[in-house]
Nanobody, 122 residues
Framework: QVQLVESGGGLVQAGGSLRLSCAAS????????MGWYRRAPGKQRALVAI???????NYADSVKGRFTISRDNAKNTVYLQMNSLKPEDTADYYC????????????????WGQGIQVTVSS
């Protein structure tokens, strides 16, 4: 079973920066796409950024130019560098990994982190 541990959230003033990390652990797996989602108060969870196994990235329009997603395959970790933070970035952030089992039954599944809070004060 693959487990995810998120870190790096917290309280920051508008214009500040935070870096989120999400590390995967377990046995007999590889990781395809890695992504970050967020759920703002009163809203549904939405995609923030995604990075494929080949390194291609995609961002929500609201974070383009401010957030950068990256991955370290050796550490099974995905990062989200968040710069020029705005109060509207306040949300619970979740990492999501598409995990491929390298042993029988060779399944593919999406695994979610527990969520981490980011609060941006004005």
């Amino acid at each position: 079973q693959v487990q995810l541990v998120e870190s790096g959230g917290g309280l920051v003033q508008a214009g500040g920066s935070l870096r989120l990390s999400c590390a995967a652990s377990g046995n007999s797996f590889s990781i395809d796409a890695m992504g970050w989602y967020r759920r703002a108060p009163g809203k549904q969870r939405a995609l923030v950024a995604i990075i494929t196994s080949g390194g291609n990235t995609n961002y929500a329009d609201s974070v383009k130019g401010r957030f950068t997603i990256s991955r370290d395959n050796a550490k099974n970790t995905v990062y989200l560098q968040m710069n020029s933070l705005k109060p509207e970035d306040t949300a619970d952030y979740y990492c999501n990994l598409v995990v491929r089992r390298t042993i029988f039954p060779y399944t593919i599944e999406a695994v979610w982190g527990q969520g981490i809070q980011v609060t941006v004060s004005s």
